[in-house]
């Protein structure tokens, strides 16, 4: 006879999880959501608002806003891009309301031409040395920071984006352009034509 | 294998441990509320629905006093031994 095993919590789901926290009211479940996410979602705090202080108190309120929200996860998309969607903007919001800054996208900015609709190639951005890259992004305004992670770290499809910031395809796509294009923009800015090598 | 991206921010994936203490003794706080607003809320708004005039809603309780009579005899007035 085979013995039963009782499964680890560590081996649910994450619908497995939230159904049990939800029906059981048990904060071990949400234990182990924690868990599996809170290194993800505070180092997309950090990235986006460069402060380890701010970025402890925001991991701390999305983790609570996730777990007064779970009821409303209608798993239309996964519980990771939820996560994140959350964490983006959270951070987006307290960086607009911490610096006053209304300016979220390249396009609000303004810098980039209009005129240049050329779509720049990933390379241009996964070929940089790390410590460039690192400085070029925390130049980027925030939105544009945020859609470039949403891409290049969280691998999100154009529709996930779009559902994330409830714009249509075209619009992200012209958004992904522009903030690449910035990028290219502040890198040479700050290195000149140094060729874009990854280190 | 990690883009220079996903490279850049796995630098800061280390969770500060006493972070997980501050989330989780909220977390605690929060259901342990939810539940006690689960509780008595339904009841406290039962109670102000009668106090200004309305109805109360129906009680889950079956057999105690006020229960629809479905039998001669509540079940709760029987005697024992008497089954």
Redesign the interface.
């Known amino acids: 006879m085979t013995p039963v095993v009782a499964k680890k919590l560590t081996d649910y789901t994450d619908s497995e999880l939230i159904a049990r926290y939800l029906r059981d009211q048990n904060t071990m479940y949400f234990t182990v959501l924690y868990r599996r996410y809170a290194g993800k979602v505070f180092a997309k705090c950090i990235s986006m608002l460069a402060d380890e202080g701010q970025a402890r108190d925001a991991t701390q309120d999305i983790f609570i806003k996730v777990l007064l929200n779970l009821a409303k996860f209608t798993e239309q998309s996964s519980f990771s891009t939820w996560v994140y969607s959350i964490t983006y903007n959270y951070c987006i919001d307290m960086i607009r309301k911490k610096k006053k800054m209304p300016l979220l996208f390249t396009e609000d900015v303004g810098k980039v031409s209009n005129e240049t609709n050329e779509e720049l190639p990933d390379s241009v951005l996964l070929e940089m040395k790390q410590e460039r890259l690192e400085k070029v992004i925390d130049r980027l305004p925030p939105g544009d920071k945020a859609i470039l992670m949403m891409k290049y770290i969280d691998d999100l499809q154009i529709k996930e984006i779009g559902d994330v910031q409830g714009k249509t395809e075209s619009a992200i796509k012209m958004q992904i352009m522009r903030a690449k294009q910035r990028a290219q923009l502040i890198y040479e800015e700050l290195y000149g034509h140094d060729p874009i090598e990854q280190g | 294998m990690k ?14 441990p006493e ?2 203490d ?3 003794q ?3 706080t ?2 342990a509320f ?2 006690v607003v689960e509780v008595f809320v339904p009841n406290a708004l039962g109670a102000v629905a009668l106090m200004i005039g309305g109805e109360a809603p129906d009680r889950p309780v079956q057999n105690g006093p006020g229960a629809p009579f479905e039998e001669d005899i509540p079940l709760w007035r029987i005697p024992p031994g008497r089954y």
């Open positions: 883009n220079n991206f996903q490279q850049w921010q796995s630098d800061f994936e280390r969770v500060p972070l997980e501050r989330v989780l909220q977390a605690r929060f259901t939810g539940k």
